[in-house]
């Protein structure tokens, strides 16, 4: 079944650390997203790739880092300057139009400790 | 950057009764509106997209657009407690290059 995997679900971070995010896709889809869900609040952008080997900042970059160089795969590094990391994190892929929207992983919960 | 905003809620409404979500938009230029339903803990999933101004039904949802104002909204006819979620409202930038969305509502159906 085509679909989007996101692992792990459930991830602790110590001060200081690094730690990535991993999310797969099979639906052979070009454009892959990261989004932050903080509580009570709605998803913010931090990064989007079109294309393979190509990505663009969000609205919420500062303290993350991506990759795109496999078509399926779209990686997300949450860096120690990330200085408040704990948030509900989605990947999503898609190719929208006005019909279509995202499809979405099952997400990665972050929380530092 | 485009502003969507909604209602936080929480909504409640009594199971068959319907229930009314509202969404408006800063940007005039934007195109088609989507909405998403998402459980606790859970990723988003995509209930319906709109496009034209006027009514779109599926199912026991209706979305409504309104441009001129500004506005869209998502009705639940004969509400069940399995409707229980947040609502999000997601409008597109251009070209569909990213989405917007809204805070969410969260919507509470009582048995």
């Known amino acids: 079944d085509g679909g989007i995997t996101q692992s792990p679900k459930y991830l602790f971070r110590k001060e200081g650390q690094n730690v990535t995010l991993s999310c797969e896709q099979n639906l052979n889809h070009d454009a892959m997203y990261w989004y932050r869900q903080d509580p009570g609040q709605g998803l913010r952008l931090i990064y989007y790739s079109q294309i393979v080997n190509d990505f663009q900042k969000g609205d919420i970059a500062e303290g993350y880092s991506v990759s795109r160089e496999k078509k399926e795969s779209f990686p997300l590094t949450v860096t120690s300057a990330q200085k408040n990391p704990t948030a509900f994190y989605l990947c999503?892929?898609?190719?929208?139009?006005?019909?279509?929207?995202?499809?979405f992983g099952s997400g990665t919960r972050l929380t530092v400790v | 950057q485009k502003e969507v905003e909604q209602n936080s809620g929480p909504l409640s409404v009594p199971e068959g009764a319907i229930a009314s979500l509202n969404c408006t938009y800063s940007d005039r230029v934007s195109q088609s509106f989507f909405w998403y339903r998402q459980y606790s803990g859970k990723s988003p999933e995509l209930i319906m997209s709109i496009y034209s101004n006027g009514d779109k039904e599926d199912g026991r949802f209706t979305a409504q657009l309104n441009k001129a104002s500004q506005y869209v909204s998502l009705l639940i006819r004969d509400s069940q407690p399995s409707d229980s979620a947040t609502y999000l409202c997601a409008v597109p930038g251009d070209n569909f290059n990213k989405f917007y969305f809204g805070s969410g509502t969260k919507l509470n159906v009582k048995p």
């Open positions: 999503a892929s898609g190719a929208p139009d006005r019909i279509k929207g995202y499809t």
